[in-house]
């Protein structure tokens, strides 16, 4: 079953608009969170990460909220621009389980002109 | 650095067949894993190695063989491809393990069994 299940499966915004992608886990033992950002072809890269002792980061235009009680973390790209139109997984890992990856189902983010 | 680096980029195999994806890294990482992606699927862990001669099974372990016999090279096997096979397949490597370690991808392979 789905570790971490991811929310909505794709997403349409405007250029100048606010993204947000949702992404709940089970497992309380996980301690790292990152989001990944996948363009056509090509693999997956590290766009930002969180830690569960932090309830916000932001990167830029990026930002994730971090919510432990609730299990929930989302991502949120501020005045998304048509070069952010990718797909985003959020993923989560367990300090000590070799940095293997429970990846979210991704989300496929188009921004229009 | 080239970073890990994957071949070939795409293949079509018979059910049946066997073929080995490659997947090299020069980042000197001891950590490095083969997952796979189906649509709306996100990305299943198939195998995953620590170290040079040491690997391990992920969620999806069936159907497919690694070795790992350099800090390098971490290839995966195909025996007998099948359809449930077809999927885009990304060799990735860690420096060290612990909390806020990135991953890097390769570009993938993308397979179809027909």
């Known amino acids: 079953q789905q570790q971490v299940k991811q929310s909505p499966q794709s997403l349409i915004v405007q250029k100048g608009g606010i993204s947000i992608i949702n992404c709940a886990y089970e497992n309380t033992a996980f301690d790292y969170f990152p989001w990944y950002q996948q363009f056509p072809g090509k693999g997956p890269a590290l766009l930002i990460a969180?830690?569960?002792?932090?309830s916000e980061k932001k990167e830029g235009r990026f930002t994730i909220s971090f919510n432990k009680s609730a299990k929930q973390f989302s991502l949120h790209i501020m005045d998304s621009q048509p070069g952010d139109s990718a797909t985003y997984f959020c993923?989560?890992?367990?300090?000590?389980?070799?940095?293997?990856?429970?990846f979210g189902a991704g989300t496929q983010v188009v921004v229009t002109p | 650095n080239a970073g890990v680096t994957q071949t070939p980029k795409f293949r079509i195999l018979k059910i049946g067949q066997s073929m080995t994806l490659q997947c090299t890294q020069d980042m000197n990482h001891n950590y490095m894993y083969w997952y796979r992606q189906d649509p709306g699927m996100g990305l299943k862990l198939i195998y995953y190695s620590v170290g040079a001669g040491i690997t391990d099974k992920g969620e999806v372990p069936n159907g497919y063989n690694v070795s790992r016999s350099t800090t390098e090279d971490f290839p995966l096997r195909l025996e007998l491809a099948a359809p449930s096979q077809t999927s885009v397949y990304f060799c990735?490597?860690?420096?060290?393990?612990?909390?806020?370690?990135?991953?890097?991808f390769g570009q993938g392979t993308r397979l179809t069994v027909v």
């Open positions: 993923a989560a890992s367990i300090s000590d389980s070799w940095g293997k990856l429970q």
């Open positions: 990735a490597s860690i420096p060290l393990i612990g909390v806020g370690t990135e991953a890097f």
């Open positions: 969180i830690r569960p002792d932090v």
